[in-house]
């Protein structure tokens, strides 16, 4: 079964079409990259996906339609956002953001609540060090380990993660990109991650999605894209 699919979709900011007939597959266990330039409608598309902005066309999670439905119905159905910014709560502590993120999970799910904090703090142990801190005197990076452990504790069947590597040195976020993998390995998930340093996510996808101006520009496997087309894509991002 495909995860997600989206089908002719356009998004709309008022009257301002920002994604134009996107048609875009996630498969189960799959991570996909959206690569593309500033304002190529990356981050709309997540948007979309969330029920954040007013579409048409057909999007179905897990051969669902949500047409219609409001974010928090979107997410019942196992669909977690990371959005660019993080997203955590930075006068609360580590420890009180995680436990939001649990307490938000399917009730079918909440038994295996400590089991999976244990393991989300085994790929980010900094988190586990720092669960009396306030999230908003964390790293930078640290703050983004926080905002992607509060979306795997919801229990997600689909991660979709907005430029988890923005402003990061770049060690840090290719531990971070290469977490997001691990994860999909570990926990069974689909990744739908939105990328700017096409170089770094093209290590850690299946399949990448150029997007230019709103459209669909290109569709390949991550190797396709290296070997054919990353050196002419510096608009794309860094090359390490």
Known sequence: MTALALRSVTAFYGGLAAVRDLELTL??????????????????????V????????G???????TAGMRTEQIARLGVAHVPAGRGTFPELT????????LGLRPRQERHRRAADLDSVLEYFP????????RAGALSGG??????????????PRILMVDEPTLGLAPQLAREILLQLRNLRDAWGISVLLVEQNAALALDVT????????GRVDRVSTASELTLADLAKSSYLGGTS
């Open 206 to 213: 299946d399949r990448v999605y150029v997007l230019a101006a």
């Open 50 to 57: 969330s029920g954040m902005v007013k579409t048409t066309g």
């Open 94 to 101: 580590v420890q009180e953001n995680l436990d939001l993120a």
């Open 126 to 133: 900094v988190l586990g060090e720092y669960r009396r801190r």
């Open 59 to 65: 999007i179905e999670v897990f051969g669902t339609d």
């Open 27 to 48: 498969g189960v266990k799959e991570v996909v990259g959206l690569l593309g330039p500033n304002g190529a409608g990356k981050t709309t598309v997540l948007r979309a």
């Open 142 to 155: 640290q703050q983004q380990m926080l905002a992607i452990a509060r979306g795997l504790l919801t229990r």
